[in-house]
């Protein structure tokens, strides 16, 4: 059966998909809209004759022609109204927006679950690894105990600058802005916001678990002291932007925070804007997924590969919400921590709790700390 | 609908895929045949009311309530006529079998596509990663043009271990049989043939080209000299038994050989048992899946993973046989060499042809060499 498509938004992501729905030969499919938010901007676009260009979402969404609704505007407003409407109706939606899926994906997986639609969000977490089917399909027999990543390019490129070539983190920055590997306002990416948003999609599809930016409370790389890297340099270790979670006896620990990494850590050579994951499994034991995180291109083609899957009738992952596990911070256990101060020499501490850490940081109001883990959780 | 299991084969992998069954409470299949080959072994196996044990493979794959075959048997004789008769009587067929599908895969397909049937083979690649899915699904819209990988655990083993515990070959191999990581029969792993197989697999995969065993003509690691190992040393390379395949203007370039990798290369740090697989792809760019090439849990997670795929009816890939690309040796284009000779100084050459090679080698027949190579083809 051919799929009618409405594409919403013609930003990178959408202008790639858009570019690759027209270099493909498809009987499968048929863009019927286009929607974007300034007619103007795309007069010239190179439309199919089938395909309809509009600033209204509705006619796109309410069209009862149309099967599968791609929104790549982003934002968690109109997009939220946006799939709401299309799940409603019973469609399938694509969507790339980590925003919208880790704050309503419980209610929006219901709504498709209810209807008869579908949801598919490959494109939501890191960019170009197929790390969402991934689990749904390649992992289902297997139980996963817990997962490591790199989930934001940006603070990446930025600590490998620092780290690599020497860089301070405002130079470092600015070259992420100049190979627009950081957007004018990257305070999400800096602050570990997108991370913690991701990690949310990937613990809520593995463990079946709500977990929200307050619980997470995370700490991004917008924090970390000058002095810590020239610490960190000099015990050799890698400071990454890490997103973790681990089941333990019915208890969630999650987190997103600068972890001190040993060169032999399968994360600490994940370098520049790369994604990568590590998944603990039962079965499969330890197995690891890099790739471009973002980008037009990678992303589209998690994107097209929903559509393809959408189109083969082989999509059937509508998660059921559940109760959210009992959460716990990892930070509140106790951890070895690199630091250094004025008055402090730099060290890697023993595993000290958190109290300890305070204790330290009484004493010298200049420290400065990471945790040092060299191994997952 | 619930599916009717035969399982072939209690080996490794067999008895994990059993134990996993068992284990699992499913209203969506029964396991109705176990087939083995001797039945003293097993007749304290746990075996569900409703699952019979035999010799007689026949009796379990004519018996026509039988829906999925599961062979885990091995070898490229029984196997194939077990896979066969399967097929042919539109039965989906999961195995773990390289060598078949190696040699077999393109009419094994055809008998699979033309009967209604289907043929799996997750697991017969790289054990525990989900390759074979990820390459059929998620990188499906993109364009792959080139792989790259270590698809033989034992002897990246014995790599990592002459190399980073400064053990000889032998005794290297020694504990890796000591480890469970080497048959007691090791040569199909040490020569090359095992990864080769799993690169004809890829290579009629993602390049729907044929590729035998002869036109690879592999290097294996059992060839290799003491002292390339001390010059990979002296020049901080590290030597990897890598399987590449390449896709240039409708000419496929693929081998297996060793090479020297610089140490930021993405297969450089793949040690011990793991697999890794990096895709060259137009729209991901480059993409590398890590995680364990064999062993009984992590291949077993393969095998369900296939039949899960079945049971949600989500197995769509009979990939027809197609013509084979225009073959030609990488190891006939120009390369740098590592190399060393009682008279030949420790040296990484610049790029020169395989006669240029030839010519060091009639001077100095001491000569140890091996393919220098920092990127990928």
Chains 1, 2 share one sequence.
Not at 9 to 38: R, S, Y
Not at 153 to 177: C, M, P, R, V
Not at 286 to 308: F, I
Request: aromatic share 6%; net charge neutral.
């Amino acid at each position: 059966m051919k799929k009618h498509l409405a594409l919403l938004g013609l930003g990178t992501i959408g202008q790639a998909v858009f570019n690759e729905l027209l270099a493909t030969i498809a009987p499968d499919w048929q863009l019927d809209w286009v929607v974007v938010k300034h007619l103007k901007r795309h007069l010239g676009l190179p439309l199919p004759t089938t395909t309809r260009l509009t600033t209204d979402w509705h006619r796109a969404v309410n069209d009862p022609q149309v099967d599968v609704v791609i929104e790549l505007i982003g934002g968690t407003t109109v997009a939220k109204k946006i799939v709401t409407t299309a799940l409603q109706l019973g469609k399938q939606v694509i969507t790339a927006n980590k925003d919208l899926i880790a704050t309503s994906g419980n209610e929006l997986s219901r709504l498709a679950h209810d209807n008869g639609g579908a949801l598919a969000y490959e494109a939501a977490v890191a960019g170009g690894i197929p790390i969402i089917r991934t689990i749904q399909e390649s992992l289902a027999p297997d139980h996963i105990t817990g997962i490591s990543g790199i989930l934001n390019g940006t603070s990446n490129y930025i600590l490998t600058a620092i780290q690599n070539q020497g860089l301070t983190y405002q130079a470092a920055l600015k070259q992420a802005q100049i190979n627009g590997y950081a957007e004018a306002n990257p305070t999400k990416d800096l602050n570990g916001i997108d991370a913690s948003y991701k990690l949310i999609i990937l613990v809520r599809l593995i463990f079946r678990s709500r977990l929200t930016l307050q619980q997470l409370s995370p700490q991004g790389i917008d924090q970390l002291s000058p002095r810590i890297f020239n610490v960190a340099n000099h015990f050799q270790r890698q400071i990454k932007l890490v997103a973790q979670a681990q089941m333990v006896n019915g208890t969630l620990y999650a987190g997103v925070y600068p972890l001190a990494l040993t060169p032999t850590h399968p994360l600490a050579q994940v370098n520049g804007v790369t994604n990568a994951i590590t998944v603990d499994s039962d079965l499969v034991g330890s197995s690891t997924y890099l790739g471009p995180g973002a980008g037009g291109p990678a992303t589209a083609n998690s994107v097209l590969a929903d559509l393809q899957a959408f189109i083969r009738n082989d999509y059937h992952h509508n998660n059921p919400c559940l109760p959210a596990a009992h959460f716990a911070s990892p930070l509140n256990q106790p951890h070895a921590y690199l630091i250094a101060g004025k008055t402090t020499p730099a060290q890697i501490t023993p595993p000290i709790t958190p109290q300890a850490l305070a204790t330290y940081q009484a004493n010298d109001p200049t420290l400065a700390w990471v945790v040092a883990e060299s191994e997952r959780l």
